[in-house]
């Protein structure tokens, strides 16, 4: 589904990424973790083209990101994403929030989108608050509303950008039990998180990066249970101990 | 196609520079007294006595609400009466810089005391409580701590302000008074080059207030990396 | 002084014996406003225009927006009227100056001039303040619109810039009273707006004070009005659960 095979990235002379390659496929869950400045949020940036890269090349469902001739709106209508910081639009309501995109980009009508939006919505528990606009939520809230309008445009994969890093600790498991139920229903999924739990129990892969390097890519299992390099013993123990 | 003719500007430049020194007299005056009278002002409306920060606010905002153009002609209409009055001068003395003059700094006080005013009440509240804890007194305590501080943070904008005060003050074209501006027309319109010294005058602000304001951008990038460290 | 009052000017008939003096303030507050309110809708549009290029990534469009924005700021409306009115019709190529000087009535070239001179000189001012509005938005919300597959010029349009303008209601409202104000300067080419009407009733009646009063006032009534406007623009656009909504 996702390809990313030798991708370099540099601002200036401070090189980002090195050499990065790794692969998320169908009905996958990837966990990418790793200090923070190791370049884990840019890599998953360059996914769907919202970060160039200079080097290597990327392709989701078989279309190249870095290919100039790509429409990058339409391959990201098909990748849904969720960031740190949530990102609704503070000026529309959530209804609006939801079917927004899937009018204007996806060109459905208005009542299809809003039912749609409604829908998922009331799947991420949170239906009692269509009118309601995205201040008058809390983080987990907003989270939910966030997860849900990346999932109203259907999308074939998604990007989680430290999802609950910015939440306060009793909102970070509302918006983890949504993520694990997406999970356990088959979504592939790409996610950038220090959410151990999280990875424990659904990732099929870990990829630990560092420097703009990734150090290790492997199944969960080994991961956790013996990381061949000392760097991720060391991330691994530090996480531990919060 | 228009024939340019710049040979009367060389001649001119004497005549002109005697203009621009106009123009910066006025410019410089009105910065002085517009940033004395302005901090008054600002003190007045921040301060506990309501008629006199209600007064202050009166004067601030009425100034802001007319246009200078009507401001310099109550000032041309005025000041002269006033000077006459007081001083007995015959009615032929020019008091048309004096009055310009007045206007100005009347004028850019209020504005001035906005800018002013903001930069009061950015300097934390905690600032006064601790000088007072210090047995200083209200006086004192604006003036050696809050007013310091003010001032820092306020100097780009007090600076910008004194860039847009330079360039209004071409509007004294109004009473005819020849400052920089008036100069440049009146050589152009002697000379029928009009569009030459049109476009040598727009280009001269231009390069004066272009440098004055990247030179402001550049003072308050050092400010903020100062505060930032 | 011994300075005799005499109110009763503004009701007395001009020499011309058509109208009244009040007749012909009233005229001139209307050029203002006409003026000022046609300056102003250019100026919103050139100025959203300009201030969105100072933002794109593209070094070439962001570098003109900011030529265009120091060029306008950095000399004198004074100097700007002038061009507009003087300069411009001889320089312009293709018999368009002489179409101008000739075909046009005075009273229009007057007006479009200064229309065309308030309109440039406040763009280049909202253009400064839509650039700090977008830039005061979070960084993500680029991102995010891209992210669901908006383009570019989508992303401003239902994104970036409904948030950027409601941002900027207050600088706004008052570049908004500042053109009003600057309009005053168009009585320099002749223009018959409001000041002018004063001072040429100053010449007729020779009561400067009755003249200048009523003007002022004029001023600050219009002054009070757009207030009172802006302020429900920024009730009906503010934003539940953020900065001042509820």
Redesign the interface.
């Known amino acids: 589904m996702i390809s990313i095979q030798n991708v370099s990235k540099h601002y200036g002379a401070f090189q980002v990424l090195t050499d990065c390659s790794t692969e998320v496929n169908k009905g996958e869950v990837i966990v990418v973790c790793g200090p923070s400045g190791s370049g884990k949020s840019t890599l998953i ?1 360059c996914v ?1 083209g ?1 970060e160039p890269f200079q080097s290597g090349s990327i392709t989701v469902d078989g279309i190249s990101v870095g290919d100039p001739k790509t429409n ?3 391959l ?6 969720v ?3 949530f ?5 529309m309501s959530i209804t609006d929030n939801l079917s ?2 899937q009018i ?3 060109g459905r009508g208005k009542d299809e989108a809003t039912d749609k939006g409604l829908k998922l919505l009331d799947r991420v528990g949170l239906k009692a608050h269509a009118d ?6 809390s983080g987990g809230q907003q989270q939910r509303v966030a997860i849900a ?2 999932l109203a ?1 259907d999308p074939i994969c998604m990007l989680f950008d430290e999802p609950t890093s910015a939440l306060d600790p009793e909102m970070i498991n509302e918006v983890l039990d949504v993520m694990v139920e997406l999970a356990q229903e088959g979504m592939t999924m790409m996610c950038v998180t220090h959410e151990m739990g999280f990875a424990r129990k659904v990732a099929n892969r870990i990829v630990f990066m560092d420097k703009g390097q990734i150090v290790e890519d492997d199944d969960k299992d080994s991961f956790f249970g013996n990381p061949r390099s000392e760097r991720a013993r060391q991330f691994l123990a530090k996480i531990l101990t919060h | 196609m228009y024939e340019f003719d710049w040979s009367s500007i060389p001649g001119a430049l004497p005549f002109l520079w005697e203009g621009m020194k106009v123009s910066l007299e006025i410019t410089a005056c009105a910065v002085l007294f517009g940033i004395a009278w302005g901090t008054l002002l600002a003190m007045a409306r921040l301060s506990s006595i309501k008629p006199l920060a209600w007064l202050a606010a009166s004067y601030v905002n009425l100034f802001r609400a007319i246009p200078l153009v009507m401001v310099l002609l109550w000032f041309f209409l005025i000041v002269p009466q006033v000077l006459r009055g007081v001083f007995k001068l015959d009615a032929g003395t020019d008091v048309r810089l004096a009055s310009a003059l007045v206007g100005f700094a009347l004028f850019e006080a209020a504005y001035y005391s906005e800018i002013i005013r903001a930069g009061i009440q950015s300097v934390p509240k905690g600032q006064i409580s601790a000088a007072s804890a210090l047995g200083m007194s209200y006086a004192q305590a604006m003036r050696l701590v809050v007013l310091p501080q003010a001032f820092r943070n306020m100097v780009p904008l007090l600076l910008t302000q004194a860039i847009v005060l330079f360039q209004d003050t071409s509007l004294v074209y109004v009473s005819a008074l020849a400052d920089f501006f008036g100069a440049a027309y009146k050589v152009g319109d002697r000379d029928g080059r009009l569009v030459e010294l049109l476009l040598f005058a727009g280009a001269v602000y231009f390069v004066i207030c272009f440098a004055a304001s990247q030179a402001v951008r550049r003072y308050q990038k050092k400010l903020n990396a100062h505060v930032a460290h | 002084m011994g300075y005799q009052w005499n109110w009763s000017i503004f009701g007395s008939t001009v020499p011309t014996g058509e109208t009244t003096y009040l007749a012909w303030l009233l005229s001139g507050l209307q050029v203002t406003v006409e003026l000022s309110l046609a300056a102003w809708l250019l100026a919103l549009a050139l100025g959203s225009l300009v201030g969105v290029l100072r933002t794109v990534p593209n070094k070439a469009l962001s570098g003109l927006a900011a030529a265009y924005v120091e060029i306008f700021r950095n000399t004198p409306l004074l100097v700007q009227l002038f061009s507009w009115y003087f300069v411009l019709p001889e320089i312009l190529p293709f018999g368009l100056g002489d179409a101008f000087k000739q075909q046009l009535a005075p009273l229009t070239q007057q007006f479009l001039a200064a229309m065309l001179c308030l309109a440039f000189f406040t763009s280049a001012r909202v253009a400064e303040q839509v650039r700090a509005g977008i830039g005061a938005l979070p960084r993500g919300q680029k991102a995010a619109g891209l992210a669901l597959g908006f383009t570019l010029p989508q992303t401003y349009r239902h994104v970036l810039l409904p948030m950027a303008f409601r941002l900027i209601v207050p600088p706004l409202t008052s570049e908004f009273l500042n053109i009003f104000k600057n309009s005053a300067v168009c009585s320099t080419i002749g223009l018959l707006e409001l000041a002018a009407q004063g001072r040429q009733l100053v010449d007729y009646t020779a009561q400067p004070y009755e003249s200048f009063i009523a003007v002022t006032l004029f001023y600050l009534l219009i002054n009070v009005i757009v207030m009172a406007l802006m302020r429900i623009v920024e009730a009906r656009t503010r934003v539940p659960g953020y900065l001042g909504g509820k």
Request: net charge positive; proline share 9%.
């Open positions: 940036k769907n919202l990058l709106p339409k990201r209508s098909r990748v849904g994403m960031f740190q910081h990102e609704l639009f503070p000026h927004i995109a204007k980009v996806l309601k606009f995205p201040g008058q939520l309008r990346a445009m």
